[in-house]
C-alpha cells in the first residue's frame, strides 16, 4: 500500500506532462510565468512550505534533465535535488540487483535438521546432509545444514562429536550394568530401615535386595560382594553421589573388575532403571504393608524380589520376565480368547494375597 500511494502520483503526473505536450508554447509560457510569480509571492511572505513527498521528489528529478533546473530551483536547495537523485539511484539498483537465487528452505525441513542434530549427537552437517540425500530424497547442501543446526559453543561443540548421551551408553551396555541405590521404609514403631536394591539393568532382575538399620560404606561393600559374583560379565555399576558409596566403596569395587559410575548431582533420570524399580516396588508392595521389624521387611523383600524375578511380566522386556521358567511360555490357543483345550488355571496368592501369579496346569 506504501508503494502504491507513492507510484500513483507519479503515474497522475506522467499524464499532466503528456497532457501539457499537446498544448501550444505560449500558453506553456504564459502558465510557467503565472506560476513562478504566485511562487515568487510565495517566497517573499516567508512561508514554510510543505514537506514532499517521494512522488514529488521522484517527479522534480525526472523533469529536471529535460532544462536548466538551477535558476527554477526555489523550495528546495540543490544539494537536496541532487541527493534526491543519489537516493533514487540507489533504490533503483537495489531493486535490480536483487536476490534471485535458490528458494528459500521450508520450515519442516529447517525443524528436521535440529531434530536430527539433536537426536544424534555425533552426526555432522555431511553426515545429516548424505541422510536427507539418500534415506529422504532432499538435496541439501551441507552448509545449508550447518545454517540451521543448533548453535553450540566450541567447547560444546567438541564434545558433541565425540561423546554420546548418557541414555544411549546405558541401553548399548544394558547387558554389562548394574545399577544400585537405597530407599527408606518406615516400621510400624517408626523406625527407618535403609534397603539397598540392586538390578540389572539388561534383564531387569534384581540381583540382591536387603535391609539395615545402619548403612554404612562398609555394609554397602559386602552387599556388593554378594550381588556380584567371582565369574561375571559386568563392566559398570551405576550409583548416585550418597556418602555410603564412599571412595574406598569405588575402589573396592574397581578392584573386582566393575567401574562405578556416579550419576551427576540431582539427576535421578541418570539412574532411571533403578529409580522405576523403587517406585514399582513402593506402588505393589511397599505401600500396601506395614513391616513390623527389619527381619519381618526382608522376608517380605525376598519374597516380592521372587514374584519380581520370576512371575511378573515386564513390557520392557517384550513383555517377558526377567527369569523365565520352564513351563512359564505357552503356545498361543487357536482361538485367542479360549483356555487351552486340556488345561486348567491354577493362581498362587504372593504376599498374602496383594499380587496372584496365574499358571496353566492339566485338567484333573
Not at 536427507?132 to 562429536?161: E, N
Request: with cysteine; net charge positive; hydrophobic share 40%.
Amino acid at each position: 500500500m506504501r508503494l502504491l500511494s507513492n507510484i500513483v502520483p507519479v503515474v497522475l503526473n506522467a499524464l499532466a506532462f503528456a497532457r501539457n505536450l499537446a498544448r501550444t508554447q505560449g500558453a506553456l509560457a504564459a502558465e510557467n510565468l503565472f506560476l513562478r510569480k504566485q511562487l515568487t509571492f510565495f517566497v517573499e511572505r516567508e512561508q514554510t512550505p510543505r514537506r514532499t513527498d517521494n512522488a514529488t521528489r521522484f517527479t522534480m528529478v525526472a523533469l529536471a534533465k529535460m532544462f536548466d533546473w538551477n535558476n527554477a530551483l526555489i523550495v528546495v536547495k540543490p544539494d537536496t535535488l541532487i541527493r534526491w537523485h543519489r537516493k533514487g539511484f540507489r533504490l533503483f539498483w537495489q531493486w535490480k540487483s536483487r536476490r534471485k537465487g535458490r528458494p528459500p528452505v521450508p520450515e519442516e525441513l529447517k525443524k528436521l535438521i535440529i531434530e536430527m542434530a539433536i537426536a544424534n549427537v555425533s552426526w555432522g552437517e555431511e553426515r545429516i546432509a548424505h541422510e536427507l540425500l539418500v534415506k529422504l530424497g532432499i538435496r541439501v547442501s551441507p552448509r545449508t545444514v550447518r545454517k540451521y543446526m543448533p548453535s553450540r559453543d566450541d567447547s560444546d561443540r567438541g564434545a558433541r562429536h565425540s561423546s554420546q548421551r548418557w541414555s544411549t551408553f546405558v541401553r548399548n551396555h544394558a547387558k554389562a550394568i548394574v545399577a544400585a541405590d537405597f530407599l527408606t521404609v518406615v516400621t510400624a514403631r517408626f523406625q527407618f530401615l535403609y534397603v539397598l536394591v540392586v538390578m540389572e539393568v539388561g534383564t531387569r532382575k534384581i540381583t540382591h535386595v536387603n535391609v539395615t538399620r545402619h548403612p554404612t560404606a562398609e555394609w554397602t561393600l559386602q552387599q556388593f560382594r554378594e550381588a556380584i559374583p567371582c565369574e561375571h560379565d559386568y563392566r559398570f555399576v551405576i550409583v548416585d553421589r550418597d556418602a555410603k558409596f564412599s571412595e574406598d566403596l569405588r575402589k573396592s569395587v574397581r578392584a573386582m573388575g566393575v567401574r562405578v559410575l556416579r550419576t551427576p548431582p540431582f539427576a535421578p533420570q541418570a539412574n532411571c532403571y533403578c529409580e522405576r524399580l523403587i517406585g514399582t516396588t513402593r506402588r505393589e508392595c511397599l505401600n500396601s504393608l506395614i513391616p513390623l521389624s527389619e527381619k519381618h521387611l526382608r522376608r517380605l523383600l525376598c519374597e516380592w524380589r521372587d514374584y519380581y524375578n520370576r512371575a511378573r511380566p515386564r513390557s520392557s522386556l517384550g513383555p517377558n520376565v526377567p527369569e523365565p521358567e520352564n513351563g512359564l511360555h505357552v503356545e498361543p490357543a487357536p482361538h485367542r480368547h479360549q483356555i487351552p483345550s486340556g488345561k486348567r488355571i491354577v493362581s498362587r496368592p504372593v504376599l498374602g494375597g496383594l499380587h496372584h501369579d496365574y499358571r496353566l496346569a492339566r485338567a484333573a
